[in-house]
């Protein structure tokens, strides 16, 4: 398998884009008010403040972004366009998948899955985006 050539720039700007969507998606005015619905949580227990949660979410959106940058390198995506697609496909194929049999099997709800599913299929799909245009 050839070596990825990766622009660590766009890395750190998609990297970016899994932060911004979702303080956007989970803020209480999108999906935030349902998201703690479904898992049992209230206003007051988030107010505590995420703790060691930011510091995991930063490296998570790291590696994703590294790793997604490495399948948009690898599909030859050179457009926005191209990349997205590129994102949809890992978000919804492999991201989307796994968390829906995690949550079949927790019985957690169809709506819970669409909220959790759906900000990772649409953060890939931005940084997949990102990531073409800036190779």
Not at 19 to 24: A, C
Not at 90 to 99: D, E, K, S
């Amino acid at each position: 398998m050839p070596v990825a050539e990766i622009n660590y720039i766009a890395v750190l700007v998609a990297a970016l884009v899994f932060m911004v969507v979702g303080s956007v998606w989970y803020s209480l005015g999108v999906f935030g008010k349902s998201w703690m619905h479904e898992v049992g949580l209230k206003e007051s227990d988030i107010k505590q403040g995420p703790g060691k949660g930011y510091a995991l979410a930063i490296g998570a959106s790291l590696l994703q972004a590294f790793v997604l940058a490495h399948f948009v390198y690898y599909v030859s995506a050179e457009s926005a366009v191209d990349g997205a697609v590129t994102g949809l496909w890992i978000g919804f194929g492999f991201v989307a998948m796994a968390i829906g049999l995690n949550y079949v099997f927790a019985k957690r709800s169809a709506m819970l899955w669409m909220i959790d599913a759906g900000y990772f299929v649409v953060s890939l799909m931005i940084a997949g985006a990102i990531l073409a245009v800036m190779q």
